[in-house]
């Protein structure tokens, strides 16, 4: 997971890896593991994350010395076409149906994190609907 904490309209990317065996090359670590957590809108994801990472003492912690992050699938929205901006703007757009994400993106992460591999979380722009 990647606890990246975003301002909304914010355009920010983190990078998390491995290097050598070592997450961001300071803790010595085995191959990273993912848990997954589902859930309706307002189901209490986050606040499931949120306790996960208090119980493993790394919500104080600096993200470049994390052992454990999490990242939201809001992260990776895809960029809009101009005719779904328009909805969006009059709040017609659905964001949960599953084609609002760029899969193929969330897919090639989680392969990058498991591989141990450092990555970039992209940061989607609420305002402009777009990374």
Same mark, same amino acid.
């Given at each position: 997971? *990647? ?6 309209? #914010? ?17 010595? %670590? ?15 994801? %986050?606040? !499931?994350?949120?306790? $996960? ?5 790394? !919500? ?7 052992? !454990? ?5 809001? %992260? ?11 909805? *969006?703007e009059k709040g017609q ?5 599953? /084609?609002?994400?760029?899969? *193929?993106? $969330?897919?090639?992460?989680?392969? /990058? $994190?498991s591989e141990g591999n450092?990555?970039? $979380?992209? *940061?989607?722009?609420?305002? #402009?609907? %777009?990374?």
């Amino acid at each position: 997971m *990647a606890d990246v904490t975003l301002n909304m309209g #914010t355009t920010r990317r983190m990078s998390y890896g491995f290097n050598n065996g070592k997450l961001n090359g300071d803790v010595d %670590s085995k191959k990273p593991f993912l848990i997954g957590v589902s859930g309706g809108t307002a189901s209490g994801k %986050s606040t !499931v994350c949120k306790r $996960i990472m208090e119980k493993l003492g790394q !919500v104080d912690k600096d993200h470049t010395e994390r052992q !454990v992050v999490c990242i939201s699938q809001d %992260s990776f929205y895809r960029d809009l076409t101009p005719s779904e901006k328009i909805k *969006a703007e009059k709040g017609q757009f659905n964001f949960d149906h599953p /084609d609002a994400f760029d899969n *193929a993106l $969330i897919l090639q992460t989680l392969k /990058d $994190i498991s591989e141990g591999n450092k990555c970039v $979380i992209p *940061a989607y722009d609420y305002r #402009t609907n %777009s990374m």
